[in-house]
């Protein structure tokens, strides 16, 4: 690759970055049907044709959006780390910060916004499981089969497993929070939830 062609991909990817934050701003503040092309142009100060030479619709800007945000949160939280030392320290320590993570105000706000247009846009919500909670089922499941290999756990399906183990550590903070129904549940900890998962 010549250096033209590497500087115009640079260009290209800061283009589409400055974009995707723009809509950003516009989606988390507004909500995806509020917000229009108009509002993102704004945000992200561009044209109205540079946003549309690289996202065709709005529907598609936020697709895009939505997967690059869930892969990057994601991968810098579900990390597998000291993987060589005791399994109940490894989860605890994935395991609060996931719980974090699903409670974090910005989560719930896209967790909601999501699912508010996941009906209408089918490709949103499969963008958003196929970025964030399968991305992370493959990365746990993957650690939970080592484990079973190497006689630390029994054998059993660790996909399965790692679906469990993600439910767990959410059961009980999650969707009270995400429904903003807390006041049916007995408040319970983080730290209580992950324990016990």
Do not use: W
């Not at 679906?163 to 900890?189: N, W, Y």
Request: with cysteine.
């Amino acid at each position: 690759m010549d250096s033209a062609s590497a500087t115009n991909d640079n260009f290209d990817t800061a283009k589409r970055q400055q974009i995707l934050d723009g809509a950003r701003r516009c989606f988390l503040e507004m909500g995806f049907d509020a917000a229009s092309m108009n509002d993102i142009v704004r945000a992200a100060g561009v044209s109205k044709g540079t946003v549309y030479a690289y996202f065709p619709s709005k529907e598609k800007l936020f697709e895009a959006m939505v997967y690059v945000d869930r892969r990057q949160s994601v991968e810098q939280i579900v990390v597998i780390e000291h993987e060589d030392g005791p399994i109940e320290e490894v989860l605890s320590e994935l395991g609060m910060r996931m719980a974090s993570q699903f409670t974090s105000h910005d989560q719930l706000a896209y967790s909601r916004m999501v699912m508010s247009v996941a009906g209408r846009f089918p490709a949103v919500g499969h963008s958003f499981f196929e970025a964030g909670p399968a991305f992370a089922l493959a990365r746990i499941g993957a650690y939970l089969k080592r484990k079973m290999d190497d006689g630390t756990l029994h054998q059993a399906d660790s996909e399965l497993c790692a679906m469990q183990f993600i439910e767990l550590v959410q059961c009980g903070i999650f969707k009270p929070k995400l429904f903003s129904a807390t006041d049916l549940f007995k408040h319970r900890s983080i730290e209580e939830v992950v324990k016990k998962a």
